[in-house]
């Protein structure tokens, strides 16, 4: 695929208006996005969400119904597979148990008419890349799942295509091996500076690798955005409740900039919404506020412990008061915090929400 007819600051893949339908089934509506030269992207989303569908339909294996997918300035939408610029890794592996991992790495050489000299090479520079240079006589039956993972991944970049598409790639795996091989995955990508785009369902697998993540629901993008901006201002109630955990809270609004959670009022921005309008009060438990507070500060509150569970580095207490009723908040509590303050099942302290961090969303939100 020739870049030649990219020009400077477009966008590298371009996807619009795609639709694709299974009979009556709409598994992606009207996506459009745009991913840029040397990006790392996650698709990240429950199961039939569509991700994958949406993976599959830029690397033309499942063709859209309706609209287009452009790569490097050129139409690919109606290309079979095998005439558009990708490498692509299953969640499978899907090595050929039959062949050598040398020659597993080497296929997608040896189909483009290489001399074997440049393959043995080529074959020898990639096993190198991704850790196991002493493998290559190897059969895949031999390796680990992390180290098939990885010929997976050097026999996708053989060829050196243009974009990277990786599907679930590392959800067979132990968790051990999962972290370890994401950290790798992701330098592997940063030094070869390939477009790679990765289909995931672990917010945390999307929040450590990617450059942007696209959460999708049920067809559709929620939102698009780095890690850090779908963490810290997820757009609807639905990323807000996928990534991380978050407290959701009934209140209405009580004028411009306060909303009432139970008999507390609470001083936060209420993005120009109706007096009385009802809304679901969103903050993070890491974001609630025990340590060094008065009653004079703003959204401050008495609660009292009911509840303590130990997450390994920090505490997640579960707090309850007279003046927010049947709405309880949790809070993480760092380990210090907690070996600091003494704080115990039964202990009342008094509790801040910065307003900073408090989100709203209209109506009332379901959550599991």
């Not at 095998?82 to 040896?110: C, H, T, W």
């Not at 007096?275 to 340590?291: L, M, S």
Request: aromatic letters at 6%; glycine letters at 10%; charged letters at 25%.
């Amino acid at each position: 695929m020739s870049e030649a007819q990219q020009a400077p600051g477009e966008p590298y893949l371009r996807i619009s208006g795609l639709t694709k339908m299974f009979g009556p089934f709409a598994a992606l509506k009207d996506i459009s996005l745009e991913i840029f030269e040397g990006e790392f992207v996650c698709f990240l989303g429950p199961s039939g969400c569509g991700k994958t569908t949406l993976l599959r339909a830029i690397a033309g294996l499942d063709i859209q119904t309706t609209g287009t997918v452009e790569q490097a300035g050129c139409d690919i939408s109606a290309l079979p597979p095998a005439e558009r610029d990708f490498g692509i890794v299953f969640q499978s592996y899907a090595l050929f148990p039959n062949m050598s991992v040398a020659k597993n790495v080497a296929y997608g050489l040896e189909n483009r008419k290489m001399s074997k000299a440049d393959i043995r090479r080529r074959v020898n520079e990639l096993l190198e890349l991704v850790g196991l240079p002493e493998q290559g006589d190897k059969y895949p039956s031999q390796l680990s799942g992390g180290q098939q993972q990885r010929i997976a991944l050097a026999r996708a970049i053989a060829v050196s295509p243009g974009l990277l598409l990786l599907d679930e790639p590392l959800s067979a795996l132990d968790a051990k091996v999962r972290v370890h091989l994401r950290h790798e995955v992701k330098s592997l990508q940063r030094r070869l500076g390939i477009t790679t785009i990765m289909v995931t369902h672990d917010q945390e697998e999307a929040l450590t690798m990617a450059d942007r993540i696209v959460v999708m629901d049920h067809g559709k993008i929620e939102q698009i955005g780095t890690p850090l901006e779908i963490y810290r201002e997820p757009g609807t109630s639905f990323v807000a409740d996928f990534i991380g955990t978050m407290n959701f809270v009934p209140g209405s609004v009580r004028g411009p900039g306060r909303v009432s959670m139970g008999e507390l009022e609470l001083v936060c921005d209420t993005d120009g919404l109706a007096d009385g309008a009802h809304v679901t009060i969103a903050v993070r438990p890491e974001d609630i506020v025990v340590q060094g507070v008065t009653a004079e500060d703003e959204n401050v509150y008495p609660a009292q412990v009911c509840g303590l569970e130990f997450l390994g580095s920090f505490v997640r207490a579960e707090l309850a008061s007279e003046v927010t009723g049947e709405s309880r908040l949790l809070a993480d509590l760092s380990i210090n915090l907690m070996r600091h303050q003494s704080i115990a099942e039964g202990d009342s302290l008094l509790v801040r929400v910065p307003k900073e961090h408090i989100r709203i969303y209209r109506g009332s939100v379901s959550h599991e």
